[in-house]
């Protein structure tokens, strides 16, 4: 299976006076699984519904291969979509109201208990989903979003409401999805809630794309920095500092930038103090994260 | 199309809210149906032949329709407003992202709702009403073809309703309001203006073309034409009833297919 190729092109949604979506332009490739990541309000589900049509976009262009969703012959057969707002009616039982949407694109009953099972929500079945918690109609929004068999999945923050077994469930699911050839969108307002799932990356900040490409790129962009400490904690600060390095002192030891672990434990040996700490420390990702999306670095 | 029909009726039967709908117009339109039948035996003996036996079947049978038709128009504007509710639409419109499409089936099921609506009720006012009529010794016309005609009749003006449910709506869509506008306008405000209309000559032929007078023309009987006595001769023929009904729900259709429906489902 090959999933179709989602390109967004010059996309501008406003609503009254606000700009959701400024100009925006991304390419989503079959067989790995993409993040499209941003804070909360950067315009990513406004993004979302406008690929699948159920937004009007002011300018630009959202199309698989080149079609956009409403010309598409069998939209639940290519594209399958699970949106964050999941919308439900509290009445009916989750295998009904995937029964009805079955129904308007000529999907089997039987198909219907395969995602269910799939999803495993089996037992819930036949109960109705205003008593499902937050985990069971994220699922059943899965088990939507797998009714047609799709060669595309969009997921607006899937792993929203899922317990720790639930996101370890969810993170093998959507590898092995793009494994098979489909294409994977994943969106998150959390870089650490996607990084060990995504391949590639998309990041966006007040409608516009802030960036584009994998994640071992972003990681390039990244400092490292070095936590110490010593019993002789001043020794250790002065011989460092001497060395060039930037020191910080904290409660959980002195951190360290612009050494290298190995650079630190050198310049401890020769100045004489015995280290009682030292780990190299990647924080910066989710930093660099932040401060592409324009709220700062936390130090 | 045919799919889009096939899950807006499983639309209605995967939820409670319609057979609830149903019960009440039952025991309604049977009571109501069941009071005026025993009430007609009286008249017809108290009125000295003013009033023929075959004057009362016609009345009975034709609450369901006369009292009864705010119920199709719940069921349908229900139908309508849920689903913005419950952003249901947003589902559908993936399944099916023709709006229009959507649409049309919402239509087709509700003609379909209309007519089990339209079943459920001649059930009560035909099953109830006929027994009663049989036990106060009014003759019960079931073996007359004109009582047949009414019975399809009332039918029609049933799903037609349900119709106009659907198209009021999309054009409404707060549950609510919507609610609390059918039933002020059915039950309070088009009686008032029925009886107002029949003041004047003039009002009276612009009275004709409200909702209810037309559901009255249409079925061709109605305990309103009691009410306001020799206000019937000037009444629509039964088939401009129905295109009249017909042209409300086409015209609510329209304006909401031309507004809430095309709107961003955000």
Not at chain 1, 15 to 29: I, K, Q, Y
Not at chain 1, 64 to 70: E, L, N, T
Not at chain 2, 208 to 215: D, E, H, I, N, S
Request: proline share 3%; hydrophobic share 50%.
């Amino acid at each position: 299976m090959t999933g179709a190729v989602i390109e967004i092109t010059s996309l501008t949604k406003r609503f009254g006076g606000t700009t959701a979506v400024d100009d925006l332009s991304f390419r989503v490739e079959p067989g790995v699984v993409t993040g499209f990541l941003g804070p909360n309000g950067a315009g990513k589900t406004t993004t979302l519904r406008t690929l699948v049509g159920l937004v009007q976009p002011t300018a630009g262009t959202a199309t698989f291969d080149g079609k956009r969703y409403a010309e598409l012959e069998k939209p639940l057969h290519t594209v399958g979509t699970a949106l964050e707002a999941a919308s439900f009616h509290p009445g009916r039982s989750g295998r009904d109201h995937l029964r009805v949407v079955g129904a308007a694109a000529g999907i089997p009953t039987a198909r219907v208990d395969e995602v269910l099972a799939w999803v495993g929500l089996a037992d819930a079945a036949k109960r109705r989903v205003g008593g499902y918690s937050l985990g069971m109609r994220q699922r059943l929004g899965l088990a939507f979003a797998l009714l047609g068999d799709p060669g595309v999945l969009v997921l607006d923050e899937p792993i929203n409401g899922l317990d720790p077994e639930g996101i370890r469930w969810i993170r093998g699911f959507l590898q092995g999805l793009a494994a098979e050839g489909r294409t994977v969108l994943v969106s998150s307002h959390l870089l650490s809630e996607v990084q060990q799932t995504v391949d590639r990356l998309v990041i966006i900040s007040k409608g516009r794309l802030a960036y584009e490409g994998t994640l071992d790129g972003l990681e390039a962009g990244t400092t490292t920095r070095v936590r110490v400490d010593a019993a002789d904690r001043d020794a250790l600060a002065r011989a460092l500092t001497a060395a060039g390095a930037d020191v910080t002192a904290a409660a959980d030891g002195l951190h360290v930038s612009g050494l290298d672990a190995d650079a630190v434990g050198a310049h401890a040996l020769a100045a004489g103090v015995a280290l009682r700490l030292l780990v190299p420390e990647r924080e910066g990702l989710e930093n660099t994260f932040l401060e592409l999306v324009g709220e700062g670095g936390i130090r | 199309m045919l799919r889009s029909l096939r899950s807006e009726l499983l639309k209605f039967t995967t939820t409670r809210a319609w057979w609830v709908l149903a019960l009440i117009l039952f025991v309604w339109v049977g009571f109501t149906a069941g009071g005026i039948a025993a009430l007609g035996g009286v008249l017809v003996d108290e009125s000295q032949g003013m009033i023929g036996q075959d004057a009362i079947p016609p009345l009975v049978y034709s609450v369901v329709t006369a009292t009864g038709y705010v119920f199709p128009l719940l069921f349908g504007a229900l139908a309508s407003t849920t689903e913005f509710r419950h952003q249901t639409l947003t589902p559908t419109f993936l399944a099916t992202p023709r709006r229009g499409t959507v649409l049309v089936g919402k239509v087709g099921a509700g003609l379909v709702g209309g007519v089990v609506f339209g079943l459920v009720g001649l059930a009560a006012t035909v099953g109830v009403g006929a027994l009663v009529l049989g036990i106060v010794g009014v003759d019960t016309a079931l073996d007359a073809s004109e009582t047949w005609a009414l019975i399809a009749r009332a039918l029609l003006a049933m799903a037609l309703w349900a119709v106009i449910g659907v198209g009021l709506g999309v054009l409404m869509p707060n549950q609510v309001a919507v609610i609390v506008s059918v039933l002020a306008f059915t039950q309070f405000l088009e009686p008032l203006l029925r009886v107002a209309a029949s003041f004047w000559e003039w009002t009276a032929a612009v009275g004709r073309f409200l909702p209810g007078a037309a559901t009255d023309a249409l079925v061709g009987s109605s305990i309103y034409s009691l009410a306001s006595a020799g206000g019937v001769s000037d009444a629509l023929e039964w088939w401009q009833g129905g295109l009249v009904l017909a042209g409300y729900a086409v015209l609510f259709l329209v304006a909401g297919a031309l507004t809430t429906w095309r709107r961003d489902v955000t």
